[in-house]
Structure formats: C-alpha cells, structure tokens
C-alpha cells in the first residue's frame, strides 16, 4: 500500500487495514463479533416470544400505551401534534407499524435487532480502548444483561435511545476525523429528540472534541464545530417547530418542568410519580395551558423550593445518588418484578442475576481510577457523568438509567485491568472502595425497593388484564395490591368486578 493512500485511509485515527494473511486477524475480529451478536439476538428474540405470548405483551399501561396510541394515529397518515414529548421514538414506532402492518411483536423485534446492535457497539468501543479480549467480555456481559433485555420488549425509547447514544459514542471513541464528529454530533442529536435528557451529555462532548484533541496541547476548534453542526443539523428544525407550537422557549419537550417537579418537591421520593401527587394537585396546573407556560410554571414552583429548603434539597439529591448507584431496579411504566416471574425458566435465570448489583460498583472504580486517564476514555466517562447527573436531577429509575450501562460496562473492565497491574498499596486503596461501593449498591436502605412503590402499577396493570380478559393475572396483580394497600379505593371496584366475573 502505496503512502499516499496510507495517509488517507488514516483519517487522524481510522488504522488502515493491516497486511498479512486474509485468514489472520481478520477472523480474531470476526468471530468474537459474531458471538456477541449472535447471544444478544438469540437472547433478546426468546425474551421477545415469550413476552408476546404472555399477559403483559396486550395490556400496556402509562407511557406504552400512549406511545401505541400516538403511533397507530401517526401510521394510519394523522396530523397529530407531539409537542408534549420529544418526537423522534413517537414517529420511529410509527414507522415499524407501517411497515409491520401494525403488529407490536414487530416494533418488539426491531427494538430487539437495536439492543443487539448495541450490543456490537459495546464490543467495538472496548475493543478498541482496552484490546480484544476486554471487548468480547464488554459486549457479551451487555448481551446477557437482563435490563437491556427486558426493556427491548416495551414501548418505551429506552432502547433506541441508548442504541443511538452509544453509537455517537463509538464514533467519538473509534475515529478522530472531522466526518467522524459530525456523525457523532448527528447521531448524539438523533438520541436528544428521543429524550432531551441527553441535551448536557451533548455538551460534555462538544467540550471533549475542543479539549481532548489528537494532537497535543492543540485545541481543535474543528472538531467541536463539525460535532455542533452536525447535532444541530438535528435538533434545530425540531426546536424550532416546538417554540411555534408551545408559543415560547421549550428545549424540546415542556414535560421537562413537569418531570424535574416530581423529582424536586416536599413530597418527592426521587423515584416515583405517586409520592408527588398531593404536590402536583396543589400545583394545580393544568395541561390545557400552553406548553411553554406548563413548563414555566412547574419550573418555578421547583425554582422556589430548592431556595426556600436548600438543605432538604440537598439531601434528596445524596438519596437518588444513592438509588442511581444502587443494584435494586425500581420500576417505572411496569412492575419488573411481576413480569419476571411471568417469563420462562431460561430467562428467569437471568432476571435473577445480580448485574446492577456488581457492575455499578465496578464501573465506578473503573471511572475513578482509569476514567481520565486516556483521551478516548475520557469521552465515555463524560457521558456517564453527564447522563447520570440529569437523572438525579429528575428522578430515578431503571428505564433512564438504563442507557449508563454500555459505558459502566466498559469502565469496569478498566477498573479490573488497572488493578490488575497496579501496586500493592494501589490494589488495597481500590480494594478498600469497592468494597464500600459493593456493600452501597447491594444494600437495601432509604427505602430504595419498598414494595408499595410498585402499588399504582399494579393497581393499573391488575385493570388491564381484567379488560383484556385475562383473570387469573389480574387476581395476581390484585393480590399484590391488597397486600401492601387492602383499602386501595380502585381495588375494591376491582375485586366486585372480578367477582361478577367468575
């Protein structure tokens, strides 16, 4: 291969192809990809089929069943305004419903190809900072990873958000090119119209492509610009039809405001819309206001809280850090507990894996020790600092921390391999944290997996299956219920009607 065409397929960054024998490296790459893949779609298809079959897959409840709603009006040609949330996942769902003639084991089996993928991604990043074996291990542990999983069965962005947002990531990671930042910033933009909490992660790494150039003490203004132009290329028409529609400036969804109330209110629990009921009924502000002034006003009333009570504040801040880090998966629009005992004894296997429980320490480790030590690290860690600060700011749960994941992944195989090689003193400093961290995260304190969280699912899942006709798991959910909450007001319309059922 001649220098010039050396040089050129260099790109500062993408490694021209290495001679050699064709049957050589080339297969080391292949095959570990290959078996990524192949466990993440085998994986996600059987979780796909068994959930289809069951009682959940009919009776979505809360954000699924909007998001099928506004979908079916979108496919079947609508003009339906969706102002109130980001529009990418709405119109994506769409989409799938077009082309799979409306069926949701479609949509559920496209989610489960984009978690596969994802899959891929988190093999390639690894590979590429931390060497071969650190990416098969990096992509096989998201490709069993029961959240990743599961989440590929509902209708929710989790998947195409975090498919698309590690993918951005791979490109900042894989090439330094300017054609590179500007995909990533592309894609990065795609992810923020799927959920706009993704807009200081979008920072983080315009200042990473100024900050972190290739070359040395060079700052490389061209990069931060192709990587705006291109998240902008994006997020600037649908920017711009939201301030129409919402008569005022809302950076691309207003249930931003309504969202961070829930989580910053005298009443908030920082994991659950229930809790703050009684403060958004005071609140009384109605969704037949304007959008911009929804938002606005929910933004002062959280404004006027953190001023006047800083120090209760502050402390619900340190209590959804500790449910960020904490391995215990709160639920948010189904109950993940009841619907793990509903899947097959194969996948149930999984379900019952500590994932969070180990990974979230490590991943911390990995981000402490190893996080800044490397320019392309450096982008990974960004985004797991960025993302993870927006969910304490609203609130927790497993869906919006879901996307962390690929990147805690591939902090905690850093985190293993630099205490692999580190000192005597080293290794007992690392030790000594993530053995703290490892007690944090599988502790159950502050209320963090109090059953009667999961009460209102259950409540609306038990009323789901009773209109879709499916009896002996609405009785479940019911039993659930009546449990924790046996003066529930739903619940007793329930059971009459059940009765009248049998």
């Known amino acids: 291969m001649d220098k010039s065409r050396h040089g050129e397929l260099r790109c500062r960054g993408m490694n021209p192809p290495r001679q050699g024998p064709r049957n050589g490296v080339g297969l080391l790459v292949v095959r570990p990809a290959a078996l990524v893949i192949g466990v993440a779609v085998v994986l996600r298809l059987l979780a796909v089929l068994d959930y289809s079959g069951g009682d959940f897959a009919c009776c979505p409840i809360l954000d699924q069943l909007e998001y099928v709603q506004t979908a079916r009006r979108l496919a079947a040609g609508e003009a339906v305004e969706t102002v109130w949330r980001a529009p990418l996942y709405a119109h994506f769902v769409a989409a799938v419903f077009r082309w799979g003639g409306g069926q949701q084991i479609v949509l559920r089996v496209t989610q489960a190809l984009l978690s596969a993928a994802t899959a891929l991604l988190v093999y390639a990043i690894a590979r590429t900072l931390l060497g071969a074996i650190a990416g098969l291990a990096a992509g096989l542990i998201f490709a069993v990873y029961w959240s990743s999983i599961v989440y590929c069965t509902q209708i929710v962005p989790a998947t195409l958000f975090s498919f698309l947002a590690t993918t951005a990531m791979y490109f900042l990671c894989r090439y330094s090119c300017t054609v590179s930042r500007a995909a990533a910033g592309f894609l990065a933009g795609l992810a923020t119209i799927t959920r706009p909490t993704m807009i200081p992660s979008l920072g983080a790494w315009a200042v990473w492509c100024l900050a972190w150039p290739r070359a040395p003490r060079r700052p490389d203004l061209r990069g931060m610009l192709a990587f705006t132009v291109g998240a902008w290329l994006v997020i600037g028409p649908v920017a711009y039809t939201s301030f129409r529609r919402s008569g005022g400036l809302v950076p691309l969804s207003p249930l931003g405001g309504y969202n961070l109330f829930v989580g910053n209110n005298p009443e908030s629990d920082g994991k659950t819309v229930w809790a703050s009921e009684r403060a958004l009924r005071r609140a ?3 969704t ?3 959008p911009s002034e929804y938002q606005r006003r929910y933004l002062r009333l959280v404004w006027r809280y953190v001023r006047e009570h800083p120090i209760r504040e502050t402390v619900l801040l340190l209590r959804k850090g500790y449910y960020l880090v904490n391995g215990y998966r709160i639920s948010s629009t189904f109950d993940m507990e009841l619907m793990d005992r509903s899947v097959g004894w194969p996948l149930r296997i999984l379900a019952r894996l500590p994932f969070n429980g180990v990974i979230w320490p490590l991943g911390i480790l990995g981000l402490a020790v190893a996080g ?13 600092l960025s993302y993870a600060a927006t969910v304490i700011a609203f609130f927790v749960n497993e869906r919006l921390r879901l996307p962390l994941v690929p990147g805690l992944i591939i902090l905690a195989l850093a985190g293993v391999r630099h205490l692999a090689v580190a000192t005597r003193g080293e290794r007992l400093r690392m030790g000594a944290l993530l053995a703290v961290l490892l007690v944090l995260s599988n502790s159950r ?14 409540i609306r899942h038990a009323w789901a299956f009773y209109l879709a006709g499916r009896m002996e798991a609405s009785r479940e959910a019911a039993a659930r219920v009546r449990r924790w909450v046996p003066a529930h007001p739903r619940l007793r319309q329930l059971e009459r009607s059940l009765g009248q059922a049998e």
Not at 372 to 384: D, G, K, P, Y
Not at 445 to 458: I, K, N, S
Request: net charge positive.
């Open 288 to 290: 037949a206001l304007p």
């Open 284 to 286: 009384g502000i109605s």
């Open 372 to 384: 800044f030590r490397r320019r392309r690290m450096a982008a990974v860690s960004l985004f797991i």
């Open 445 to 458: 304190l502050l209320g963090v997996a109090d059953p009667r969280d999961r009460v209102e699912l259950d």
